[in-house]
């Protein structure tokens, strides 16, 4: 007995041990990422590049996060820098600005444009100077920032959303009346499932474009998350069957001797006790569109998705901006994961039926 109990010991060590073996591959992307992300290029631009931070700087994080703000027409606003400073206009009148006067400049024409409307022009050396006294406002909601960021972000995540409630919409119902049907036939349309799957996305994104530029879906919302169901909707119905075939018959039976009908007990005994399976099905079909890069790439032309403009700036940015990125990504993948799993509940039938 006491044997077994130490033999009991050593398989639960040894579980622990490759649990934090998983746990620990699992999270050191993540990691390397973040590390990146915020470590000086000195650190990482060297053939020994270490493990932990040792110089943290987030100016990666500010050059995406922030961008200088601009007028409409996408001048640079400038301030300036002290409490006040005197530029002399090119026909010699003295003029006063301060930090409450932002303005923009023009060097081909050495014109300094006020926002409140006035303009000076300025001979070639007070124009340096006056650059030279200058400053940027950084601002978090530029036209650049929104244009390369948010915009992205707030596609890739309606999209994402949008794709998996008309999923969830489309295959629940399909599914309870797959798992309803004889065992061949049930089988027969779950392989038929299935087999839509063995086509790739890349052997379907062309003709999916071009009908969808004859429909004017380009470039919209709409068009993307239809794409998006199309190999998410299959996958998603496969593993509700499984989920309303576990779910006892009796408990429908019950309420409809109760005076439900089958919609009515489908909507109030059924998808609730399938609240489990809709939840891992939706977690799989939100990930699958959000990190979707093949048909946002083909549908997109000017409004693209983040996994687009992560792509565009791991080509012609530097890595330290892509591992930014990349970590924004992730962000709403963790946050998404951590919510649904309050629906991943083992044991939620025990006891239903006796």
């Known amino acids: 007995m006491h044997r077994k109990n130490h033999r009991q010991r050593g398989v639960k060590l040894v579980l622990f041990a490759l649990l934090l073996l998983v746990t620990f591959f699992m999270v050191l992307p993540v990691y390397i990422l973040v590390k ?89 050396e007070e124009l340096q100077k006056l650059r030279e006294a200058s400053v940027t406002k950084k601002t978090f909601f530029g036209q650049e920032t929104v244009r390369n960021l948010y915009a992205p972000l707030w596609k890739s995540f309606q999209v994402a959303t949008l794709t998996t409630l008309a999923a969830i919409l489309l295959a629940a119902p399909a599914a309870y009346v797959i798992s309803l049907m004889p065992k061949r036939v049930k089988y027969t349309v779950i392989l038929s499932l299935l087999f839509t799957r063995m086509f790739p996305d890349v052997g379907i994104a062309l003709p999916i474009a071009t009908r969808f530029y004859e429909w004017q879906l380009i470039d919209t919302t709409g068009g993307l998350v239809m794409a998006h169901l199309i190999p998410n909707l299959p996958f998603l119905a496969w593993i509700l069957v499984g989920t309303f075939d576990v779910i006892p018959r009796d408990l429908e039976k019950a309420a409809m001797i109760d005076g439900a009908n089958r919609l009515t007990a489908l909507r109030r005994v059924i998808l609730p006790l399938a609240a489990p399976g809709i939840g891992v099905g939706a977690l799989f079909v939100w990930l699958n569109s959000w990190n979707e890069f093949i048909f946002a790439r083909y549908l997109s032309s000017a409004a693209g998705t983040l996994p687009i403009k992560t792509y565009e700036v791991i080509t012609t940015g530097s890595f330290f901006s892509a591992a930014a990125y990349a970590t924004i990504l992730t962000i709403p993948v963790l946050a998404i994961t951590f919510y649904l799993q309050r629906y991943l509940q083992s044991g939620i039938l025990s006891g239903a039926v006796k």
């Open 36 to 124: 990146v992300s915020i470590s000086e290029p000195e650190e990482v631009n060297t053939d020994h590049p270490t493990f932990l931070v040792h110089d943290a700087t987030l100016k990666h994080w500010k050059s995406i996060l922030m961008s200088d703000e601009k007028t409409e027409t996408g001048q640079i606003v400038y301030r300036i820098s002290t409490d006040m400073y005197r530029i002399r206009s090119e026909d010699g009148e003295l003029m006063t600005i301060t930090p409450d006067d932002p303005y923009s400049l023009n060097g081909v024409f050495r014109k300094v444009y006020f926002l409140d409307g006035r303009t000076v022009t300025l001979s070639l």
